[in-house]
């Protein structure tokens, strides 16, 4: 069964630091891409990044472009997502999403940022 | 930016009854592999979103054939054939041909 785990959420003051993880299992993790897509409370979907199957090829949403950097270990079977200089709108349930066009999600994990 | 927009965004349904969500894009969505990649997803109260629609008009597995996807260019329908009950949630429609990928804002369906 193709599944995707996510980890790594907490409760960080802003400015702060907080790395991501998902684990994936029950496909070859190295011939897809992955992405990251958040969901703010009682707000819809936004993409914020995809990684490409060797991890050279990346791409961000502005509203995290410099703060974020999304990275992967195919030896591992984890895609991870750096998370710097952290804001209060960056607080939402982030998903892990594979493939391109996002045919399996991870049941998420949540951040919020808070002082 | 490919700007996303969805109606209704709250969908009252009848059970039993047909329901349709409209998605139009800023942009058209067709590739240059000629393809156009139009997604839908639904998300369940509490739940993760799943896939439902691929490709504009291609079902995933598993999906209930009382869905159904279809448009091309700027102009997208999710259809339902007859709600059921389970089928309470959120709908998103998603393009990603263009960079960055693009949600639509969410239909709400509810009894």
């Known amino acids: 069964e193709v599944q995707l785990s996510e980890s790594g959420g907490d409760l960080v003051q802003p400015g702060g630091s907080l790395r991501l993880s998902c684990a994936a299992s029950?496909?070859?993790?190295?011939?897809?891409?992955m992405n990251w897509v958040r969901q703010a409370p009682g707000k819809g979907l936004e993409w914020v990044s995809t990684?490409?199957?060797?991890?050279?090829?990346?791409n961000y949403a502005d509203s995290v472009k410099g703060r974020f950097t999304i990275s992967r270990d195919n030896s591992k079977n984890t895609l991870y997502l750096q998370m710097n200089s952290l804001r209060g709108e960056d607080t939402a349930v982030y998903y892990c999403?594979?493939?391109?066009?996002?045919?399996?999600w991870g049941q998420g994990t949540t951040v919020t940022v808070s002082s | 930016d490919v700007v996303m927009t969805q109606s209704p965004l709250s969908l009252p349904v009848t059970l039993g009854q047909p329901a349709s969500i409209s998605c139009r894009s800023s942009?058209?969505?067709?590739?240059?592999?000629?393809?156009?990649?139009l997604n839908w997803f639904q998300q369940r109260p509490g739940q993760s979103p799943r896939r439902l629609i691929y490709?504009?008009?291609n079902r995933d597995s598993g999906v209930p054939d009382r869905f159904s996807g279809s448009g091309s260019g700027t102009d997208f329908t999710l259809k339902i054939s007859r709600v059921e009950a389970e089928d309470v949630g959120v709908y998103y429609c998603?393009?990603?041909?263009?960079?960055?990928?693009?949600f639509g804002q969410g239909t709400k369906v509810e009894i």
């Open positions: 999403t594979k493939n391109y066009n996002m045919d399996v």
């Open positions: 029950g496909f070859t993790f190295s011939s897809y891409a």
């Open positions: 990684i490409g199957v060797s991890g050279g090829n990346t």
């Open positions: 942009q058209s969505l067709l590739y240059s592999d000629g393809n156009t990649y």
């Open positions: 490709k504009a008009s």
């Open positions: 998603m393009q990603g041909t263009h960079w960055p990928k693009t």
